[in-house]
Nanobody
């Protein structure tokens, strides 16, 4: 009923920038909290940044000052602007959203995107 589709990943040199997007589509009534997670090879998935429907944000310490999370509520889209990228930022990045469905019962579910690869290497 709902899909989250990430885009914008790729290969970038250290110090470079990338902008990830996450577009939600389907039977959406509203989207509450959204977030970006990442998972590097051999490591557990970690929370990178979150944003509330009102625009409040949080970041993991390792990306503070380098990454900026934002969202366009009218387009049901979330972004992650990543700057000053480091090799340790290399991972598959996933978007996550808590969504109220446009159904008679207004069911609330947690959804994940399929992931987009970010590789930081010279």
């Amino acid at each position: 009923q709902v899909q989250l589709v990430e885009s914008g990943g790729g290969l970038v040199q250290p110090g470079g920038s990338l902008r990830l997007s996450c577009a939600a589509s389907g039977r959406i009534f509203s989207i509450e909290g959204m977030g970006w997670y990442r998972q590097a090879p051999g490591k557990q998935r970690e929370l990178v940044a979150t944003i509330t429907s009102a625009g409040g944000t949080t970041y993991v310490d390792s990306v503070k000052g380098r990454f900026t999370i934002s969202r366009d509520n009218a387009r049901n889209t979330m972004f992650l602007q990543m700057s000053s990228l480091k090799p340790e930022d290399t991972a598959v990045y996933y978007c996550n959203a808590r969504i109220t469905l446009a159904t008679p019962t207004l069911t609330v579910n947690n959804y994940w995107g399929q992931g987009t690869q970010v590789t930081v290497s010279s």
